[in-house]
């Protein structure tokens, strides 16, 4: 197995040292190689993994969106066979180490790899529409411009390279240069225009950013997040089609997206306008086209408090407001999906903590085994009687053994840490969820201000055409205000037609958004049991071997005890 | 492991049963705890079932406890100079440890290791205070173990001794003689390097023996926690997704069993012999340091009889009536330093065969300590496999739906 037994134990013989130990078990030095200490370093490498230079196509990756161009996909194997093999799980997916693989990452994933790519690249559903998105190559930019910092500013730009053949994207193969800041603008543009989508959430920021730039490692994992952001976002069938995101991927320059501003600035318009608002020199009413969005975060400030006022007359009023969510399925998908993500949770840790003790045993083993490899090596050298040279012999083999076991280990680990992955990623997806509900609930708000805002207008119309009319020919002053109170309800009217409008797309948006959700889960999950599973026996087995045999050469000693 | 002796000792055979071999087999079993607080213990039952003529009938059950086999230990320690006594298991350091039940059963076993080795030894068995141990009455042991392990454990002689180290140490320091008097035997040498070497070795191994039990005990841990937070998530999902989550779950849960019953065996099984086989070597480094003591009692009295036999010749030179008191005194000195070699020589002697034994017997203690260990990590991966495997038709049908 291992080129040859002596082979290995002279080879790990040389080298006393546990660091020397771990470049010898592992024919790569790759960073994923190096530690997993944490749950997390492990995650955020992997991706890595995923992202071989040999081009996998991202799509067959368990992503959490998997694109299913046919909505009747009930049995997509092709897509979601990554794992799963015949009969002998311990020869499928493994490349044992013997195979002198060097330069690449862990060889498991590399043949697993090439399980992806080889059904797939014919028989797949998607074949017709592939995007791939790599992002490298980070570089530092100073910031010329005048800066309050002295030695100016300075932040990261990142080449981000897209090859497709989706034809609403003009060319199959291009890049484009963004910045961080880039990224959370189109984050933000997605968020308003697709209101009711699971939209994945992007990478966080970090807080004293230009600080922590200075550290590679800090920089290599923002590029691995971003990478995997842009490939979620890639994964979903509508968001990957939407402008913002196709002028995000080509657009040569500057990002030719509206930058979010400020809160405090917005706030600060808002206050402005406040007062204008108030003594009714500017429109006190939301406008059409303001009301598609919430009112939180906008700068529209007298909106927001009158939708304030409308969500606590909601939950402290005597009366049920105008409309409400009535939809009995979404509200059990809603518990459903709060049920789910705290259990999400827990999995999620539960996994962490999982991977973390295999690991855990395997650097133990590896040590055992290094601790009696410097033993036999001792007896061997100061030896005086056989039976020492006996005892020597069969310390080699535990020894060997233990080193062995311990490669297994780290090997069925870093596989356990891909397909455990999979529930972290579905976590991730909740935060969209939750958004997305949100979304709803608050054009709901939007569509409930406006209807008593309607009501309360029309009210006041009446109270002064009854009052008007009782004057012989008319009130001037009073008719004019009817005249302008009509006005005003005929937009605010506008605007409920509007929001109505809105909160039924997003209604819409989150049917879909849930099926799909559901449909894409339940696969991936039953693929990452699978793959967990056949990777748990596989190494198992070759595990179980290896101390089968050592079991057997030591038979004798068992015989001779009583 | 209990250890029926192997070779005949060549005893008399009893005339009851001609056709018998003498044998001898001890077991200690059954500990119990006895009395209060502080004072708590743990006592054993030893079990003496022989048929040679020195010991009282075929069976004889005695109450010890640790302390009688620590006077026993030290006995044999003082009367078989040259011998590697067997070791007994430590005192614990930790008061909270020293009644969980993993740790009795392990110093159990140890103690039954201990006294088996003893009977299987051709010189120790015939120990007249191994026959006391395993046979007299429990006042009279208590009687012995309290003379024994009072305050003054040191007897007079060896505070003598340890005063007379000291100076002659300072004397030769201050005469600038560079080392204490030692053997210049090559051999001898290489073997106490070799000892002292070991231990460091098998220290370290002992070492990692030891956290690999915890591994597989947080691992047992961690297997259960997952299992647990898979059913509920099955529970969550529902359907057949939901019936694959709890089924993992389940299997889950059920190695985690298997791992913490793995961790046990190996820590009674791989571990301890590794413990013991430290031990020994500590026990083998005492030998080497009373041989040293025989040896430089024997040179100090080689040079004590020079300067006696220059001053009975001067003495004799002179006539001086002092002759008669000082040829005396040097028969007598004589005499000692004949002992002195005596013991000395039969230390060597004894030396060179323990060592010889001793090594043939680490060997199959170890051999054995390795099957097993790698038994059991087989039959582990094996439940392990199996387990996962089962799991995988019940996975096949879910995706079919």
């Known amino acids: 197995m291992m080129g040859s037994d002596n082979q290995g134990f002279q080879e790990a013989h040389v080298y006393a040292s546990r660091e020397e130990m771990e470049n010898l078990v592992l024919d790569d030095d790759d960073t994923s190689s190096k530690s997993y200490s944490a749950y997390r370093s492990a995650t955020s490498l992997s991706p890595s993994i995923l992202v071989t230079p040999a081009d996998s196509d991202p799509l067959l990756a368990p992503s959490p969106y998997r694109d299913l161009r046919s909505p009747n996909a009930p049995d997509n194997n092709n897509n979601h066979s990554s794992y799963i093999e015949p009969p002998s799980y311990a020869d499928v997916i493994f490349s044992p180490f013997d195979e002198t693989n060097t330069g690449n990452e862990i060889n498991g994933v590399e043949s697993s790899n090439q399980f992806i790519d080889s059904p797939h690249s014919s028989a797949s559903s998607s074949g017709s529409e592939y995007i791939k998105i790599t992002v490298s190559n980070p570089q530092k930019v100073q910031e010329t411009s005048n800066s309050l910092v002295p030695g100016g500013n300075s932040y990261v730009t990142y080449l981000i390279t897209t090859r497709t053949t989706i034809p609403e994207f003009n060319g199959s193969e291009f890049s484009v240069r963004r910045r961080f800041r880039d990224v959370v603008t189109l984050s933000d543009r997605l968020a308003e225009s697709y209101r009711g989508f699971f939209i994945p959430p992007r990478p966080d920021k970090n807080v004293v950013e230009s600080q922590v730039m200075q550290k590679q490692e800090f920089v290599e994992q923002r590029r691995v997040s971003l990478e995997r952001y842009l490939r979620r976002l890639a994964a979903h069938p509508v968001i990957r089609k939407s402008d913002e995101f196709k002028l995000f991927l080509q657009v040569q320059g500057k990002l030719p997206l509206p930058t979010s501003t400020d809160v405090a600035s917005r706030m600060l318009d808002g206050a402005v306008k406040l007062p204008k608002q108030l003594f009714g020199e500017s429109t006190a009413v939301v406008a059409p086209h303001e009301v598609v969005q919430p009112a939180k975060g906008g700068r529209d400030l007298l909106r927001l408090f009158k939708e304030l006022k409308q969500s606590v007359a909601n939950d402290w009023g005597g009366s049920k407001p105008p409309v409400v969510e009535e939809d009995k399925e979404f509200l059990e998908n809603k518990e459903r999906m709060n049920d789910l993500e705290q259990q999400l949770s827990n999995a999620s840790q539960q996994a962490e903590a999982l991977v973390k003790a295999q690991q855990d045993m395997g650097e133990t083993m590896g040590e055992l085994g290094l601790a009696f490899i410097k033993l036999t090596k001792f007896e061997n050298e100061e030896a005086l009687y056989n039976s020492q040279r006996a005892r020597a012999a069969d310390m080699k083999n535990v020894a060997t053994a233990a080193v062995k076991a311990s490669r297994f280990y780290r090997e069925l680990n870093a596989q356990t840490v891909k397909h455990l992955d999979v529930l972290h990623e579905y976590l991730g997806l909740m935060l969209a969820v939750r958004s997305a509900f949100s979304d709803r609930s608050s054009a709901l708000l939007t569509v409930q201000t406006l209807l008593s805002e309607l009501s309360s207008l029309q009210t006041r119309a009446e109270k002064l055409e009854a009052a008007s009319s009782k004057i012989f020919g008319g009130d001037k002053s009073r008719i004019r205000k009817i005249e302008e109170l009509k006005e005003t309800i005929r937009v605010t009217e506008d605007a409920k037609s509007v929001a109505i409008n809105e909160y039924e797309r997003i209604k819409e948006n989150n049917r879909t958004e849930l099926e799909r959700l559901d449909c894409e889960r339940r696969a991936d999950f039953l693929n990452m049991l699978k793959g967990f599973v056949v990777n748990q026996v596989g190494y198992a087995e070759k595990i179980a071997n290896v101390w089968a045999k050592v079991a057997e050469e030591t038979s004798g000693y068992a015989n001779e005890s009583s | ?401």
């Open chain 2, 1 to 401: 492991m209990i250890n029926t002796q192997r070779s005949t000792s060549g005893s008399s055979q009893s005339p009851r049963s001609p056709s018998s071999q003498p044998y001898l087999s001890v077991s200690v079993t059954d500990p119990v705890k006895l009395g209060n607080g502080v004072q708590a213990f743990i006592s054993y039952r030893v079990i003496t079932k022989t048929n040679l003529p020195e010991y009282q009938g075929p069976e004889k059950i005695v109450i010890r406890r640790y302390s009688d086999f620590v006077w026993l230990r030290d006995r044999l320690f003082e009367k078989y100079k040259g011998v590697f006594i067997p070791p007994i298991p430590e005192k614990s350091a930790v008061e909270k440890f020293r009644f969980s039940a993993e740790f009795i059963e392990m110093r159990r076993q140890a103690l039954d290791v201990f006294v088996n080795r003893i009977a299987s030894h051709h010189e120790l068995r015939q120990s007249e205070d191994l026959r006391t141990f395993l046979q007299a009455d429990e006042e009279t042991m208590e009687r012995l173990r309290f003379h024994e392990t009072g305050i003054f454990k040191k007897k007079p002689a060896d505070l003598m001794q340890i005063f007379k180290d000291v100076q002659s140490k300072v004397s030769d320091v201050v005469l600038g003689k560079e080392k204490p008097v030692e053997e210049s035997n090559p051999e001898y040498e290489k073997m106490k390097h070799y000892i002292f070497e070991l231990e460091n070795h098998l220290a370290e191994a002992q070492k990692h023996a030891y956290r690999l039990v915890k591994r597989h005990r947080e691992l047992g841990q961690s297997l259960s926690d997952f299992g647990k937070a898979a059913k509920l998530l099955g529970d969550c999902e529902g359907d057949a997704l939901g019936k694959a989550f709890s089924e993992l779950g389940v299997k889950s849960e059920a190695l985690s069993v298997k791992l913490q019953k793995e961790a046990h065996q190996l820590l009674m099984n791989f571990e301890e012999p590794l413990k013991d086989y430290v031990r020994a070597v500590q026990s083998i480094k005492a030998t080497i340091a009373e041989r040293a003591n025989a040896f430089r009692h024997q040179c100090e009295l080689a040079e004590t009889i020079k300067l006696k036999e220059i001053n009975l010749d001067k003495l004799m030179l002179t006539r001086s009536d002092k002759v008669g008191e000082a040829e005396i005194e040097y028969k007598e000195l004589k005499a000692e330093s004949e002992e002195a070699t005596q013991k000395f020589e039969l230390i060597v002697n004894l030396m060179n065969e323990e060592i010889v034994r001793f090594q043939e017997q680490k060997t199959l203690d170890v051999g054995l300590a390795f099957h097993k260990f790698a038994k059991g990590q087989a039959r582990l991966a094996n439940s392990i496999a199996d387990a996962w495997r089962s799991l995988l038709p019940k996975l096949e049908a879910c995706s079919s739906e």
